[in-house]
């Protein structure tokens, strides 16, 4: 081949590569970007992302494959890689959303949970097709701050086809390990079962597991799980219970030994044995109660006694309260419900829906029930809580929208697919600039109900609301044991919780004003979440240098909020 047909060749050939921040969504169509290096900040146990697009030139590729090197050992960590995969939506989500290819499981290159490699990697592409690569590093807690650098190849089979330079800049805070937003998110394990191969006791509690430490890495807790109460039997001196297999599957979680950072579940639900009166419940309850207190956890357990019931439910919610209440003070009733005078001295949590608490429209369609934030002044003075909660409000329950209500569902804090990157994290820092306690989700796992969530996660009118997860079966991603695989949603929702994070240690070491003026930046108001990744960028590394500042010398590890 001539010199002058071999150089057009390779110029054909050539794909394009670029980086790209974490909170952007980058769809098949994405255009390249000048970015040829990533540059990350992260305090001790934090973690920082960002992604990698590979555009195919006109010869596509027949193996991309991505290596990574550096940081290790000085660092105790390793740049983590995973397949960003598109998922196709025949619908969108409401009037914002759009159908086509959108990305949102990451298939990793090796698992966290059995370190067996998955089929992320290589993959071929068409020519001009686009392959995501999504990294990350999660910093111990103990390193040395100061810079590390790493390197990315990447290769087509054994022909290498770029190099990308990576600068990580460890600062001298550190976050703790136990999220500082306490959060509630609903996975249940029969669900699991349905689109898992787990045929054994042991296997279920192994996969439960996988999820649950995700979770925990993702600085979330979860209700629901297994759903199993302690068993009980009677005595001459009332209900004895039996914890073992409570502990096992929870105890690791609340306590702070499922992870070598310590982490903890922020809240935990209340279990009922069914079968037993007013009297036995209660004596059950405050079992229950007294034995988190004896194991040393000092979360919240909370009894979820309702979800957003009716006027007419109210005196039942008062009377289950009288019961709770009776058993132990330090059970929460939580109810998905705005305040209500009627639920006065019953209620200890709050937890409204987002669009009704933090209204900035019209919201006659989706808020049957409301209550001005300042209505909650008087229950907070007198120690009950305000959480709250994204739902399909914020796009429209897929439901007929009338013309004149289109405009509402603009912009809202959302967990859907087809949304801007900024959706999923800005509940962190709007939580904090609000002065909302928690955050609860209704599940995780929905999808897994009744069919293939690898194929549609359309509930409710949305795509992937209720569902974060997918189920990795080794027939989809290779390897020869289950896990679970995170959503780039979740990534999302990890980030939003170390903005808190950082928000929260900010105004503790003495700048309520910067951490203020920094969350109203990140999140303007509660229906406007949307800020170019750059402004995010620029403000976070503001926070960032004034955390550093603040920072008592010789203190290692951050305090953890519990």
Known sequence: MAPSLLALALALSTPSVWVAPPDQKLRPDAAPQPMRAASLDAGRGECAAFQVAVRAGDGGLSALGVEAAGFEPELGAKLELSHEIFVHLDRPSGPEGRAGDWPDPLVPAVDSFAGERRNAFPVALAPGALAVVWADVCVPPTAAPGPRRAELRLLDGRREIGRLPVALRVHRFALPATATLPSSFGLSLLSLEKRHRVTTPAARAELLRRYALMALRHRISLHGMSMEPPPYRRTAEGLALDFRGYDEELAPLLLGTALPSGARFTTTDLRTAPGLSDPERE?????????????????????YAADEPSPARFPEIVRQAALVHAADPAIRLLVTVPFQPALAGSVDVWAPNLNC????????????????????????????RLWWYVSCSSFGCGGAIPEKALAYFHGWPSYVIDTPASRARALGALAFREGIQGELYYDTVLAYDDGDPWQSTYRFGGNGDGTLFYPGTPDRIGGESEIPIASLRLELV???????????????????????????????????????PAERERLRRELLARLDALWPDGVVRGRSAR
């Open 357 to 384: 608490l933090a209204v900035r429209r019209d919201p006659k369609e989706f808020c049957p029930l409301r209550a001005p934030a300042g209505a909650y002044a008087p229950r907070l003075a007198a120690g009950e």
């Open 283 to 303: 004596s059950y309850w405050r079992a229950f109660a007294a034995h988190l207190r004896a194991l040393g956890w000092r979360g919240t357990l909370f009894d």
């Open 494 to 532: 990890r980030l939003g919780q170390q903005d808190h994070a950082e928000l929260t240690l900010l105004a503790r070491l003495g700048d309520p004003r910067l951490a203020d003026e920094v969350a109203r930046g990140y999140a303007p108001r509660p229906d406007e979440v949307d800020v170019p």
